[in-house]
Nanobody, 115 residues
């Protein structure tokens, strides 16, 4: 059972930056897929970015060019660098890991962007 803990959320002005971290309770070296999702009030949870074991990453159109997902296997941590933040990025951000048929979620971290 992999436990995931997000951190790094907070309140930031529009145009600012934040870096989210997702720390895993065990090695992520063999985890095939890790991702960041977000859920805004009254909306469904949506995929923000995904990174595969080989380092290939994909992004939602709404964050392309502004967000960067990365993983540091040595630190068992995944990151989401968020730049040029907009008010519409306000949401609870969750990290996710999928491996050998098992899906794991963190508890979420709030990101609030003030305009």
């Amino acid at each position: 059972q992999v436990q995931l803990v997000e951190s790094g959320g907070g309140l930031v002005q529009a145009g600012g930056s934040l870096r989210l971290s997702c720390a895993a309770s065990e090695s992520i070296f063999s985890i095939n897929v890790m991702a960041w999702y977000r859920q805004a009030p009254g909306k469904q949870r949506e995929l923000v970015a995904v990174i595969y074991k080989d380092g290939i990453a994909n992004y939602a159109d709404s964050v392309k060019g502004r967000f960067t997902i990365s993983r540091d296997n040595a630190k068992n941590t995944m990151y989401l660098q968020m730049n040029s933040l907009k008010s519409e990025d306000t949401a609870v951000y969750y990290c996710n890991a999928y491996n050998f048929g098992n899906l794991y979620w963190g508890q979420g971290t709030q990101v609030t962007v003030s305009s």
